[in-house]
């Protein structure tokens, strides 16, 4: 295993993905941001200088288990303070478990001005015997044109009593509104790495008249399964191996489309929910006339379909459902107006609130008996989790629309899912279950989780719809605080951070 280094500059770019310009937030003046990666067991390490000016900032590596190095882990308020404008931060950690995942800011409801971007951990040995001559990332995206400071600020006011958020305007692939070609040679295996990095809606991509073999999500190797379509969720991720034609008789398109299933108002007349790339052939003989042809024959609209159910996908490794349960944690998503403050939407007891003294640091500092809601300060009271226990969470939501619900630190089984509420046992779960790190909860239903807590740190565990992050829809796991006592983690660095951490300003 080798050490992989990234040096990086966060700092306001201008850019304009689909032709409108602003500022965006950069690193080392480029955007999109750089891709991180690495193999699987490297020593990752990274060097953040935040350069912004009026905005603190963090990276959350997402899909990084972190074992071990919880400090490394980019969650503000969870793992560390917000890195002011001005000062650095090196995140230390080794590249695991191997995939397709990315890498975004964790601070306040900053990374859909820009600051994500995808990170792959190869698994070389796997990859070798998949045949693929190329690897292709596929970065989804919904975009907006205001920036977030602005827009939270009116989202998370009081007036704001149904809890409405914008709606984006735009749908972005690799970060820009005109779609990639794919160059395809004939009789090849193309490897693509596709991650939704939005703030609100689901992505599917369908390619026309190919079919794709699921051999990945998350961070989690699949048994192959074969499908004409894929949806992903914010931050989920699929690995695909596209098989190329042998003798194409013209060139093909994909299409991404963004479902409106997440929005709280109407989506603007000039908001593109379906966008088209073309898949060329290069082909010797053929070439561009077929290209031609083939453009001019084909004016149907291609928009993905019915799409792959996750549970059909399970792990390679064939890891069986983790039992006994030690202690089941019943989760109810609600969203209420509170007075003097809005709308808020809280998974636990209480709407999460950011703390400004972070959690690691409580639990570091005070340890298993750290289980009391003062100690960690108002709006955070954790769920302290014993070391190697199977915890259990029983998701309910009764919202008419379903949350990509992620947890750090941790791939979970997803053991059931289903309109209502979840009334079994056992019995019903799968023996060997599904397992990523973002998992839907559907739209008046439930979803049961399991993980092992075999990895001392504190945990976040949120929807990754960044409007509903914002408003509270977080809970934390502190997970084996006795073995936190015992050093197992690098702690977080620069404590004195925390201090005159100003409030987030747009760019003008
Ligand atoms: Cu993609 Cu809490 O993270
Ligand atoms: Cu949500």
Redesign the pocket.
Known sequence: AKTVTYNFNVGWVTAAPDGFARPVQGINGQWPIPMIEANVGDRIVVHVVNNLGNQSTSL?F??MYQQGTAGSDG?VGVTQCPIPPGSSYTYTFIANPPGTH?Y?S?DRGQYPDGLRGIMIVHDPVWEATLGVTEQIPLVFSDWYHEQMPIMLQSYLAEENVNGIFPTPVALLVNESSKPPEFNFKPGRKYLLRMVNVGAVATQSFTIQDHTMTVVGIDGIEVKPVVTSSISLNV?QRYTVIVQSKLNPLSSFRYAVKMSPDMFTGPAPASLQLTVQGVVKYVSKLLGLILDLIGSLLDTSTLSPSTTLDDFALVPRDGERLLTPVARTIHLFINQQNFPDIGSRIQLGDQPYVESEYPSLFTALTTGATAADPVTYGPGIVPFIVQYNDVIQINLTNPQPFPHPM?L?GHSFQVVARGPGLWDGGDADFPPVPMKRD?ASVPAGGFVVLRFRADNPGVW?F?C?IEWH?ASGMAVTFVEAPGELQRGQVVGPAGLALCAGNAEPKSKP
């Open positions: 959350h997402h899909g969650s990315w975004h964790h931050g992620h750090h973002v976040l949120h990754h992050l």
